[in-house]
Structure formats: structure tokens, C-alpha cells
């Protein structure tokens, strides 16, 4: 599968992420002390829908374009952050970078890996003069051993890789494990595609044998998940999700469902806890 950013921005996989990934930041925010963001795969920080590699998928049609008028109120904060950044009027979608760095505040931290030169180039363009945004052109799996700890105690690690490579299921619950026992206290949020069940299954297999707890996924399907050359859904799995996650993330989905959804076999939602705290 290939999951370059770029193909894909806006579609109902990223609406899904974002959605979910502002509720997880504005809960860490809650708290005066300083948090650590660390998003292993970044890509650009920003995508023209009007141009490029997604103006030829047109997949930002059934995302994002079907979200902007009149959003339920689960969806009204992931909106209002798009649009504040570039949306209108120049159609320009917000990759994770972009969002996280909207709700930062002072005397929080960004670190930023992207492997890709065009996309690493482009962050660096995004970001090289922000002080608080460090941009790194490294391995992500190497960059959970590398960058955590952070000096601050509180945090979130965002995975999102592109799912090229047959083992990138191993590869993240491995990864999982690694930051994890580097950042005990840190909340993980990784992100994956559900095109049929059976890597899927495997993957929470791993992640419930592996000595981590609480661990709660959220899930979206918008058909049945049988077509293993399709992207049929996606998921959210979560360790460490703050209070209230769940059912704020339910919300959320059922919202996207609503919204998204095409009536087709076999959609739906779920959240799934995996470990217990």
C-alpha cells in the first residue's frame, strides 16, 4: 500500500486521524505543565487539494469536502483548526505538523522526523525558524529510542507510517514497545489501515501480549473489511488515552460516520480495548 501523504490528504482516513488526534492534545493541554510532541512520520505539514498528487486522487472529495458545511459538534474543533490553517481561501489541507503546532503553547515542544527529502525539505521550509519545532531527516523507529525520553514528563508520540513494507505491523508494535519503555508516561496514538482483518488481528495479538497496558483502539470501517487491495477503514490505537477518550472518540466516529459513511455493507465503528489499565 502506498500511503505518501500527498495521495491522501484530506481523505476519510486523515479526517479520522486529525479528528482524534486534536482531542488527544487539547486533553494534554488541560494541564499548565509543558508537553513533547513527537510525530515519527510527519510528511509536507501542508497539501494543496487543488494541485498535485492529491488534486489526482480527488479522495479529499469524500473526506474533508463532505465535513466543511454545517459539522456536527464532535467534529467542530477538528474543523475550525483546518480551516484556520489555509483551508480557505487556498485550499490548503493541514497535515499533523501543521495541527500540532496550532495548539502549542509556549514552552511546549515539536520534534518532527520525515525520511522523504522532497517532504523533509518542505517541513524544514514550514518550520526552520521555529524554535520550538525541531525537523530531523531520520528513521522514525530509530527516532523512538533517539528522541525519548523528552525533557518534559508529559507528551504524545503520533505514528503514522506508510505502510509500504509487509512488516510494518511488526515494525510498529515493536516500535510501540521501544518508545514506550523509554516514555512509561507518555501518551502513544499510531495509526493503521484496516483493508482485511487478518493483519489486523495480529497486530492487537501483539500489542495485548506485550506487558504494555492500557491500550484502547478506535476504529472506522467504511465497508466491510474484506478486500485486501482496498483501503476499507482505519484505526486509532491508543496507549495511555486520557480521561474521557473513549467516549469522546466514539463520538467522533459515529460523527464521521454520519458524514462519510455510503451505506455500504459492513460499515460501522468500534472502539476496542485491547489491555486493561
Not at 505502510?163 to 516514555?183: C, I, K, M, N, V
Request: hydrophobic letters at 45%.
Amino acid at each position: 500500500m502506498n500511503y505518501r501523504h500527498a495521495f491522501h490528504a484530506g481523505n476519510f482516513a486523515d479526517c479520522m486521524k486529525h479528528a482524534l488526534l486534536i482531542w488527544l492534545l487539547r486533553a494534554l493541554l488541560r494541564k499548565p505543565a509543558p508537553i513533547f510532541v513527537l510525530d515519527t512520520h510527519a510528511g509536507r505539514g501542508r497539501y494543496d487539494l487543488a494541485a498535485g498528487p492529491a488534486e489526482r486522487t480527488g479522495e479529499w472529495r469524500a473526506g474533508i469536502g463532505r465535513l466543511l458545511d454545517d459539522p456536527p459538534e464532535a467534529l467542530a474543533d477538528y474543523i475550525r483548526e483546518v480551516q484556520g490553517q489555509g483551508f480557505y481561501p487556498r485550499g490548503l489541507y493541514p497535515g499533523s505538523p501543521a495541527l500540532i503546532r496550532a495548539l502549542l503553547r509556549d514552552g511546549d515542544r515539536l520534534a518532527c522526523c520525515e525520511l522523504h527529502p522532497e517532504d523533509h525539505a518542505a517541513l524544514k521550509l514550514e518550520f526552520g525558524r521555529d524554535a520550538q519545532v525541531a525537523v530531523h531527516r531520520r528513521d522514525a523507529w530509530e527516532a523512538l529510542g533517539a528522541l525519548l525520553p523528552p525533557a518534559q514528563k508529559r507528551g504524545l508520540i503520533l505514528i503514522d507510517p506508510p505502510y509500504e513494507d509487509p512488516a510494518e505491523f511488526s515494525h510498529l508494535a515493536a516500535g510501540l514497545q521501544t518508545g514506550h519503555s523509554r516514555f512509561r508516561t507518555g501518551v502513544f496514538a499510531a495509526w493503521y489501515p484496516i483493508k482485511h482483518r487478518a493483519p489486523v488481528r495480529a497486530f492487537h495479538t501483539a500489542l495485548a501480549e506485550s506487558g504494555m497496558r492500557d491500550i484502547v483502539a478506535a476504529e472506522l470501517w467504511l465497508r466491510e473489511p474484506l478486500d485486501p487491495a482496498r483501503l476499507n477503514g482505519c484505526g486509532l490505537v491508543v496507549i495511555n488515552p486520557p480521561f474521557g477518550f473513549e467516549p469522546a472518540a466514539t463520538g467522533i466516529l459515529q460523527a464521521l460516520l454520519d458524514r462519510l459513511g455510503n451505506h455500504e455493507p459492513g460499515e460501522g465503528i468500534a472502539m476496542i480495548r485491547l489491555v486493561d489499565e
